[in-house]
Each structure stands twice: as C-alpha cells, then as structure tokens.
C-alpha cells in the first residue's frame, strides 16, 4: 500500500497541471490552440528527433511502434462490426477509432518520464509514432467512414512536423551522428516543457467540456473497459507468449510496452470527432472520465505490474 500511494503521488503534480491549464483558460483567457501549436510544431518534433537520435535503432526497438500500429488497426476494426450492433449511429465510429489509440503524447511521455529511465523514454517517444500516424491514417477512415481518400490520408500524414523529425533523426542515428554534448540538458528542458504544456493543454480542453447530451453509459462503458482492460490484456498476452516461446524483447521492453498500453483516452479524438462531427460531445466526456480515473488506475496498474 506504501508503495501505491508513492506511485499515486509521483502521478498528481501531472494532474496538478491539468487544473493550471483548465484555470488559465477559464479565467485569463489563454489561447489553447497556441500552445497546441507549440506542442506539435516545434516541442514534439524536437523531441521525437532527439529520441530517435538517441536510441539504440536494432530490430527490438523497431518492433515496438510496428507492434503497437498492428494491435491499433487490428482493435479498431475487430471492434466496428460489434458496436455497430449496439449503436445504430456513428457512434460506433467515433468509438472504434477512439478505443484503439491511447494519450501516448501528453499523459504518456510525462508518465514515461516519471517511472522510466532516461533511455527507455526514448524509446518510449520513438514508440508514440505508433499513435500518431494510426490517428492520422486508419483513425481517419474508421471516424469518418472513408470519406478521406488514400492520396487525402497520405498527404496528412506527410504533412506531419513530426513524421519530418522522426526521419531525419532515423537518418543521422543510422549514419552514426549523435547529439552534441552541448545540447544534452536542453533536450531534457524540452522534454520537461513538453510533458507540462502538453498535461495543461487537457486543461484547457476541459474549460469547454461538452457535456449536453454526452453522458451516454454505454458508450463511455465500453470506452472504458477496451482502453482499460482489453489494451494491457492483449499487451500482457504478447509479454507472456515472447517470455515464454519467443525471447525477442527483453523486460525492459515489456515495461516500455506495459506502460504505452495503461494511458487513457487519448485528447486527439475529440478533434477528430469534432471536425467531422462525429459525436463529439460523446467523446469529450469520454476522454474526461478516462483521465480522471487514470489519476489512480495508472499507479494500481503500475503496482500491479512491478509485484
């Protein structure tokens, strides 16, 4: 019990930022798509081209974000065909796409920075590519029913500051570049920024929570029990089955893996909901219980885990 509550208070200064970004929003009118813009176009591509630079690129590694982008597409449309039998809407879209990504970005990175040494949070921010180009390319089509086409999807995903990053980074790491000593303790400073803005940009997204005929039980019940208990199943399934028969990762890895697959809903499907409307009151609700209950469910999980 000593223990989970030390796992609960390393996680609540998180939450704490949270409540900041919902009180800057509310009552100094700070601009919440300015610090959205801040995070993507220059914290996370600085970010994920300093992890990719530094990680150690080998087979393991590699695997990680192909493995998560399968376990997404493969969530996804195994759940479509059931909720469409329970919703007779688009809310079984909106909902499939939802429950097959997670908060790896803004709640992840910062839990990873927390519980994780600094060279696996590396790896961890190279693994969040996984979300973000299953957000942006199969999360589309589930959302909106096709109604992006391939060139379209393709084209948003180029576009990506992100995707930029991640390849140049690739690129220097497999010519033998590293990051000069000098830059060191600025990567860490961003890494910090980036952890803070992105926790009080869910803040600032609550300040307009949508809540007017949003609180649908089935929905969020669902929503909950898939990112909550069918994720980290189907990740403790593989953990077991590569311990056992396969020895690919090592357990280092499998905590990589275990913690990618605890975070909540993740905060980019209410945009997507709310640029095709697709329910988006739903899904913001959704998105604000889940995180609220990952405040305890993270550390318990976390607990769970490590005894």
């Not at 939802?98 to 949070?121: Q, Y």
């Not at 590569?242 to 893996?257: G, R």
């Amino acid at each position: 019990m000593t223990l989970f509550l030390t796992l609960v208070g390393k996680i609540i200064p998180l939450y704490f930022s949270i409540l900041l970004g919902f009180f800057s929003t509310k009552y100094f009118d700070c601009n919440k798509d300015t610090i959205a813009k801040i995070l993507l176009y220059i914290l996370a591509p600085f970010i994920v081209f300093n992890a990719t630079l530094s990680v150690e690129i080998n087979s393991s590694v590699l695997f990680l974000p192909l493995f998560f982008f399968t376990l997404s597409v493969i969530i996804a449309f195994g759940t479509l065909p059931i909720f469409q039998r329970i919703f007779k809407d688009n809310s079984a879209n909106v909902l499939s796409f939802s429950v097959a990504t997670g908060n790896t970005g803004n709640l992840g990175i910062p839990v990873a920075i927390l519980f994780l040494e600094p060279k696996l949070v590396d790896i961890f921010i190279f693994t969040v590519l996984a979300s973000i180009l299953y957000q942006n390319s199969v999360g589309y089509y589930v959302t909106a029913k096709s109604n992006f086409t391939s060139k379209e999807s393709i084209k948003k995903i180029l576009k990506l500051p992100v995707l930029h990053a991640f390849i140049a980074g690739l690129f220097l790491n497999l010519m033998g570049f590293s990051m000069p000593e000098i830059f060191m303790d600025y990567t860490n400073y961003l890494k910090g920024a980036y952890a803070i803005l992105g926790m009080m940009l869910l803040g600032m997204g609550m300040e307009h929570l949508k809540t007017n005929g949003g609180f649908d039980k089935t929905f969020i019940g669902l929503a909950l029990f898939v990112k909550f208990l069918v994720w980290p199943a189907f990740v403790l399934l593989f953990i077991f089955i590569d311990n056992t028969i396969l020895h690919f990762l090592d357990k280092e890895l499998y905590f990589v893996m275990f913690i990618f697959s605890i975070v909540p809903l993740a905060g980019n499907t209410v945009t997507v909901a709310t640029l095709l409307n697709v329910k988006p009151e739903k899904m913001s609700l959704a998105v604000f219980i889940s995180t609220l209950v990952s405040l305890f469910y993270i550390p318990l999980m976390i607990y769970l885990y490590t005894h």
